[in-house]
């Protein structure tokens, strides 16, 4: 599966955006999904998860409340809607795909897209 992200850009603190992640090449609905990002100097990190064929979520602790992982199987898209964003969530944000398992481990993920940037001012 290939997987391709938009939606970044620059926003002031306390906006939103909706990141979509589209993919080719398969159904997306067959991979576990994680959106993580990676901000300059530090570790790529997870930041939310769904289950390969249904709704289940996980988001990572900083983001509870703020950030809703979501799928569309029609479009074959993955999508991260960040509301209430923070200078902290300023990264480039990758979505990722995995058949087996569902991981917060972003070493355990075979598929990855070249990343969108979000920049988040005060």
């Known amino acids: 599966v290939q997987l391709v992200e938009s939606g970044g850009g620059s926003v002031q603190a306390g906006g939103s955006l909706r990141l979509s992640c589209a993919a080719s090449?398969?159904?997306?609905?067959?991979?576990?999904i994680g959106w993580f990002h990676q901000a300059p100097g530090k570790e790529r990190e997870f930041v939310a998860a769904?289950?390969?064929?249904?709704?289940?979520?996980y988001n990572n602790e900083f983001v509870k409340g703020r950030f809703t992982i979501s799928r569309d199987n029609a479009k074959n898209r993955v999508y991260l809607q960040m509301n209430s964003l923070k200078p902290e969530d300023t990264a480039v944000y990758y979505c990722?795909?995995?058949?087996?398992?569902?991981?917060?481990?972003?070493?355990?993920?075979?598929?990855w897209g070249r990343g969108t940037q979000v920049t988040v001012s005060s």
């Open positions: 769904m289950r390969r064929g249904g709704d289940e979520t």
């Open positions: 090449g398969d159904r997306l609905s067959a991979y576990y």
């Open positions: 990722a795909a995995r058949e087996f398992a569902l991981s917060r481990d972003p070493y355990e993920f075979d598929a």
